[in-house]
């Protein structure tokens, strides 16, 4: 059965450092994932997808992924945190069925912002 | 504008009875999810449905049902035999696709059970 591991329950990060949130995975296939965002009390926006091709994806935010398949991982990653970027990060795993992907979510990393 | 509406946002549930969340889509998507989220436990699936008519059950279903009459629409439906069922529920949808695609999310309904 597919899996995702973030390992960092919380991260608390200075403005304007950079940031690396980690993911490991655990599917039998190919797999694909993704990077989702959480605002309190709010749905999940997508930050970025990966399904083939360059290991290094861009999104939206200015954050960035990169697919790594010996380690089973996909990190996300970011320059310079802004203050808004405190959130909730879940790293998902598609899994096939049927026509579609089944996203199976990590349990997540609550991202803190120091000014 | 194209998305996932969730209604209502705040729903109070005393003990002992069902309670039907509701999910609208426009995005002509295929596929519809329920999630169900507790802190610190991420998202967890409670039903899922690819077509209309047809459903099948996630990881968390006892004590949830739901139905898909229409292409637009998947109701979950909490019933008193959820033991545990303040939480924050989930509603996304997705279209069909080689390349896979993404769920898109609602905004949410809170449940608390007074």
């Known amino acids: 059965a597919q899996s995702v591991t973030q390992p960092d329950i919380h991260i608390t990060v200075s403005e304007g450092a950079s940031l690396e949130l980690r993911c490991n995975y655990s599917y039998g296939a190919t797999p694909y994932l993704f990077w989702y965002v959480q605002s309190p009390g709010q749905g999940l926006q997508l930050l970025l997808k990966?399904?083939?091709?360059?290991?290094l994806v861009q999104g939206i935010k200015g954050f960035e992924a990169e697919f790594k398949r010996s380690q089973s991982s996909f990190n996300l990653r970011k320059p310079s945190v802004h203050w808004s970027d405190a959130a909730e990060y879940f790293c998902a795993v598609g899994s096939r069925s049927g026509g579609s992907y089944i996203p199976t979510f990590g349990r997540g990393t609550s991202l803190i912002v120091h000014p | 504008d194209g998305g996932i509406t969730q209604s209502p946002k705040y729903l109070f549930r005393k003990e002992g009875q069902n309670v039907t969340l509701s999910c609208e889509q426009n995005?002509?998507?295929?596929?519809m999810y329920w999630y169900r989220q507790d802190p610190g436990q991420g998202l967890r699936l409670i039903y899922y449905?690819?077509?209309?008519?047809?459903?099948q059950k996630g990881d968390i279903a006892e004590g949830y049902s739901v139905s898909r009459e229409k292409k637009e629409s998947f109701p979950l439906t909490v019933t008193s035999a959820q033991k545990n069922p303040t939480a924050f529920y989930l509603c996304?949808?997705?279209?069909?696709?080689?390349?896979?695609?993404?769920?898109?999310f609602g905004q949410g309904t809170r449940l608390t059970v007074v």
């Open positions: 996304a949808s997705s279209t069909h696709g080689q390349s896979g695609s993404e769920a898109f």
């Open positions: 990966y399904f083939s091709g360059d290991t």
């Open positions: 449905s690819q077509i209309v008519n047809d459903f």
């Open positions: 995005l002509n998507h295929d596929a």
